[in-house]
Nanobody, 126 residues
Framework: QVQLVESGGGLVQAGGSLRLSCETS????????MGWFRQGPGKEREFVVA?????????YYADSVKGRFTISRDNAKNTVYLQMNSLKPEDTAVYYC??????????????????WGQGTQVTVSS
């Protein structure tokens, strides 16, 4: 079992940046691959925004965020990050982090993740 708590969301103007953090507790953090998902207003939860395997050696990005977002992790701090640059109004969503037990796979599929945080709101104004 692992608990996840996201932070770092907020209101930002288009073109700005935010850094999301997801701190975990419970089982050893390096036992999990980690992903960031999002759910925009009136939309279903999107496929993964970004994902990272247990040691950071493999990452995955949705096409919509490639070149703008960077996922990273610090296993010593039990934390995964999402650096978001050049934000657009369409990035407005609740962002969720998730932990997957197959630590070797930076999966894009929500079904591959076992534990979820409560989410943090990101709002990008035009």
């Amino acid at each position: 079992q692992v608990q996840l708590v996201e932070s770092g969301g907020g209101l930002v103007q288009a073109g700005g940046s935010l850094r999301l953090s997801c701190e975990t507790s419970g089982r050893t953090f390096s036992s999990y691959a980690m992903g960031w998902f999002r759910q925009g207003p009136g939309k279903e939860r999107e496929f993964v925004v970004a994902a990272i395997n247990w040691n950071g050696g493999n990452t995955y990005y949705a096409d919509s965020v490639k070149g703008r977002f960077t996922i990273s992790r610090d296993n010593a701090k039990n934390t995964v990050y999402l650096q978001m640059n050049s934000l657009k109004p369409e990035d407005t969503a609740v962002y969720y982090c998730a932990a997957g037990s197959n630590r070797y796979r930076s999966s894009w599929r929500a079904n591959d993740y076992d534990f979820w945080g409560q989410g943090t709101q990101v709002t990008v104004s035009s």
